[in-house]
């Protein structure tokens, strides 16, 4: 397998997870930011004198440098590009270890301009509290958010733990809106990404998102369930709203053969592919997916699918197809840019588009939630006992 650098993807938790491709470190001098194309100085620095001239309050340097580069970036219209500051960065690199501070919520900007709740981690203080998938975020304490001001949406849910942050929810029951407040406390949160048990003679592995340790989880727990004498897999990727690529190409070349795994395409046409070796798992398996399956957990999907290594069961995935990388900065500070698109092994395109199943069934509306602990409920988890049960 090829050797990857650090990377990861996905959407965003407030915790903060927003996940991302991070493909290295960028050096060199920072480049000078006025031409005839870049950013007017002269402008810039009339405003700033006009400031210093007249303005009535104290100023705080600092800030309103990071102001005017979180606006730069920020007028791309993209909510997935950001500037973070040193603590960000640092949250950053807390996340990608399993470990997290925040109310454990993944978020993603919805078509209509909403800041839309793809699912509360189990166990999580937003999940304790009742924030369901498809929740809309419409104020955080008391302020009025959309999908344009995600970025920041997500940094003032994040925080120091044993504090408390105060959500407007918006929820369609009934086919009525609802609006509500909820007082969540902010706390540390571990994740244990990978879950696995036997429901017969079928293994079921649960992976809620893909950090450093989940490869190894996975593949650890893949070879225990052999040891069980399974005879096939339900892989459970529903809400996954992606993580480290690094770790996820791991699981993609321990159950693939030889061949592509991923591709991806930057503005200028480059193509970086990356390959699985000869070696592969045989037993036959269920992929779950829904909607909130995305970036990564698309992936691995997508992959799976080409090979016709699995069967793919539930709903239409999300359709992130998009990588963001991390460009560290002076001072411990970064940019968070979308640089390419990736797709699946045959070429399909991911991003907006999402991987279809092969057996399409949606989530019974009475069902109170999802796997092994929902199993009667649960009609797609059934539906992949039923096909792996026929083999």
Do not use: W
């Amino acid at each position: 397998m090829k050797t990857l650098k650090k990377v990861f993807i996905g959407l965003g938790l407030c915790l903060l997870v927003y996940l991302s491709f991070s493909v290295g470190n960028a050096t060199g001098k920072r480049a000078a930011i006025a031409n005839e194309n870049g950013i007017p100085l002269a402008k810039i620095n009339k405003i700033e004198n006009l400031i210093d001239q007249y303005y009535l309050f104290d100023i705080d340097k600092n800030k309103q440098q990071e102001g005017a580069v979180e606006g730069y970036v920020k007028a791309l219209g993209d909510p997935y590009s950001e500037f973070l500051t040193k603590e960000e960065m640092d949250s950053l690199n807390q996340q990608t270890e399993g470990e997290y501070a925040g109310v454990g919520i993944v978020v993603t900007p919805s078509e209509t301009g909403a800041i839309t709740v793809v699912s509360a981690i189990k166990g999580s203080p937003a999940f304790e509290k009742g924030i369901k998938k498809d929740d809309i975020i419409l104020k955080i304490n008391g302020k009025d958010y959309n999908a344009s001001q995600m970025n920041d949406a997500v940094k003032v849910m994040k925080g120091k733990p044993n504090t408390d942050v105060k959500l407007t929810i918006a929820r369609m029951e009934n086919k009525t809106s609802k609006i509500f407040d909820v007082n969540i406390t902010r706390r540390m949160i571990s994740l244990t990404t990978v879950n696995s048990q036997k429901i017969g003679d079928i293994g079921y592995i649960n992976i809620t998102q893909f950090d450093r340790k989940t490869d190894k989880e996975f593949i650890e727990q893949y070879e225990n369930l052999k040891k069980q004498n399974v005879k096939s897999i339900v892989l459970d990727l529903r809400n996954n709203p992606g993580g480290l690529l690094d770790s996820t190409v791991k699981i993609a070349d321990y159950l693939l053969p030889q061949g592509v795994i991923v591709k991806t395409v930057d503005k200028n046409k480059k193509e970086d592919v990356q390959k699985s070796d000869s070696s592969e798992q045989n037993l036959p398996m269920v992929v779950l997916v829904n909607g909130s399956s995305a970036s990564a957990s698309e992936i691995l999907t997508g992959a799976l699918k080409d090979y016709k290594k699995a069967t793919i069961v539930g709903e239409k995935t999300f359709g992130k197809g998009i990588v963001q990388t991390i460009i560290p900065m002076e001072k411990g500070e970064g940019l968070k840019l979308t640089i390419s698109e990736y797709f699946s092994p045959k070429g399909n395109k991911i991003h907006k588009q999402g991987v279809k199943p092969d057996v399409e069934i949606k989530l019974d509306e009475k069902s109170k939630g999802i796997g092994v602990e929902f199993m009667k409920e649960d009609n797609q988890l059934q539906k992949a006992l039923e096909i792996l049960n026929k083999k």
